[in-house]
């Protein structure tokens, strides 16, 4: 079955630990991205991929950092979360940027207190 | 800078009446345009996609988007809505030529279906 993954899906945390919230895809996809979604504000972009090695930062990128070694993979990782990380993240991937739809993971609540 | 705007918030409508859910876009380049639905604790999918071609664009569970590149405009309809139609829905904007490769999403609709 084509799909994203993404772990774990409820993390709670304190400030300053480091976690690293993982997403695969299984669909040769080129292109995935990390998103947050908060009340009243949407979906923001925090990063995003073209292909392996390859990575830019969207509109919210402060406080996050990523890598795309392999193609299936891209970790968002939170070097020192703080509470206004707290937040829903999506995971994402398409064939390619712009032209195409994007697939969305189940989403990784994540509390940071 | 691209931006998109869902001025609704929150819709509520009867069931089987028809719905209008609106988006504008700024951009100073051409734009794919997208909208996708958020079903309670679940992740995003497409409803449809405008690319280019013909202004009206049909897509799953029967909604249809009309394209406007005048008024800058990408509203969702659907002419019966059903209880299963309540979610949240976001239109989502990608440039076409700029090579920044981001997509901007509205800050989304919440579609109230009442019995």
């Known amino acids: 079955e084509a799909q994203v993954t993404q772990n774990p899906r409820y993390l709670i945390t304190v400030t300053g630990k480091k976690l690293t919230v993982t997403c695969s895809q299984n669909m040769n996809h080129e292109y995935m991205s990390w998103y947050r979604q908060d009340p009243g504000l949407g979906l923001r972009q925090i990063y995003y991929s073209m292909n392996v090695e390859v990575t830019d930062k969207g509109d919210v990128p402060e406080g996050y950092k990523v890598s795309r070694k392999e193609k299936r993979n891209f970790p968002l990782i939170l070097e020192s979360p703080s509470p206004n990380q707290t937040s829903l993240y999506f995971c994402a991937s398409s064939l390619t940027a712009s032209l195409y739809e994007q697939y969305f993971g189940p989403g990784t609540r994540l509390t940071v207190t | ?115």
């Open chain 2, 1 to 115: 800078a691209q931006s998109v705007t869902q001025l609704d918030s929150q819709v509520p409508v009867f069931e089987e009446a028809p719905v209008e859910l609106r988006c504008n876009y700024s951009s100073s380049v051409s734009v794919y345009l997208f909208w996708y639905v958020q079903y309670p604790n679940q992740g995003l999918q497409l409803l449809l996609k405008y690319l280019s071609g013909s202004t009206l664009v049909k897509g799953i569970n029967g909604f249809e988007a009309e394209f406007n590149k005048s008024q800058t405009s990408f509203h969702l309809r659907k002419p019966s809505v059903h209880i299963s139609d309540t979610a949240e829905y976001f239109c989502a904007v990608s440039e076409a030529t700029s090579g920044t490769y981001k997509y901007i999403f509205g800050t989304g609709t919440r579609l109230k279906v009442l019995a």
